[in-house]
């Protein structure tokens, strides 16, 4: 029996595209990122629409609060990854980030913002986008994976992430950053830490063998372990298959750990009943998004935050103005 965590948010932003394409402006430093020559852009597109619409009805059948917005644009062909231009704290405080690659800098939305301040308890926001001007990079909890138990930012260093906006986050939302380097099989940087790391109440999912320095690995897994959660070890097969790219969220009944099909069938069963002594997992086909180079995890922007006023929802999924279910 799971226990409420601060660790798992009850609720979730996604956003439903309308042009999904594998961004060509991420492709040289993301080495997780694909292309499908078989199928016409539009086919991709439809399909990925079709993914963000099943998985957030699954979440909702599980009692997650999913709060899906249209994205019509067609410059913004990453928008699907909501988590890495705004991430939401307990207290009422919601940061805004600033992103590596420019057409990716488009996906910032006002009506976000104000859903979250209409339906949530929200104090401030800080907003730290400014500092792409001066080329200087966060991106969000894709760049981070944040321990809101410990109060931990676990960091890979990459062109999406800089040392200096990441110890400006961790001052003004009571961090401590541990920043380290990881690689994939040819020694490339990692682009996002949260393909690397998923942080649940009671387990940690860890591409521990991409960590090439010994002694920050230790140290590593060590901190993780003072806040007495397992650390599930993930191979760099299971890192590929996007087993890392996880996110557990509170359900009705629990805590759930929503993740790819994919990355569900790369598991082993030693792994898969370690994490079901905690959470339920909820698998999800995105196959077509999963070419963008991110998965579930990257799809969910989880809410840390306090609701005004409850409601029940139509199918689970919450409506307000210049959102659709």
């Known amino acids: 029996m799971s226990r409420q965590s601060v660790q798992a948010p009850k609720g979730v932003v996604m956003i439903r595209p309308r042009h999904f394409t594998p961004n060509p402006m991420t492709a040289a430093d993301n080495s997780f990122q694909s292309s499908d020559e078989k199928h016409a852009a539009a086919a991709i597109a439809s399909a990925a629409y ?26 913004t062909p990453d928008s699907v990854f909501p988590n ?45 986008s400014g500092l792409e001007k001066d080329y200087v990079y ?17 960091a890979i260093r990459s062109n999406r992430t800089n040392e200096v906006a990441l110890e400006r986050f961790c001052t003004h939302f009571n961090f401590e950053p541990m920043v380290f380097d990881a690689g994939d099989r040819s020694g490339k940087p990692i682009y996002h830490t949260n393909v690397l790391m998923c942080i649940g109440t009671e387990f940690v999912l860890l591409g521990t063998q991409m960590i090439p320095d010994l002694r920050r690995r230790q140290e590593i897994v060590a901190r993780l372990e003072e806040t007495g959660r397992e650390v599930i070890e993930l191979s760099i097969g299971q890192i590929e298959n996007f087993a890392g790219n996880a996110m557990e969220l509170e359900g009705s009944e629990g805590h759930v750990l929503a993740l790819s099909a994919r990355a569900h069938a790369a598991l082993n069963q030693e792994q898969i009943a370690a994490i079901e002594r905690s959470a339920m997992l909820l698998p999800f086909d995105v196959s077509t998004i999963e070419l963008a180079g991110g998965s579930v995890r990257c799809m969910l922007a989880g809410i840390h935050l306090s609701r005004r006023t409850p409601h029940t929802l139509s199918l689970g999924l919450n409506k307000c103005p210049n959102q659709t279910s």
């Open 50 to 75: 079709d993914e963000v619409t099943r998985m957030a009805e699954g979440l909702s059948a599980a009692g997650v609060i999913v709060h899906v917005f249209e994205d019509r644009a067609v410059t």
């Open 84 to 128: 890495n231009w705004f991430s939401t704290h307990s207290g009422g405080h919601v940061a805004v980030y600033p992103m590596y690659s420019a057409n990716r800098q488009k996906e910032r939305r006002g009506d976000v913002i104000e859903m979250l301040k209409n339906e949530y308890r929200v104090q401030d926001v800080i907003d730290y």
């Open 138 to 154: 966060l991106e969000g909890t894709g760049a981070m994976v944040l321990d809101h138990v410990g109060r931990v930012a676990y």
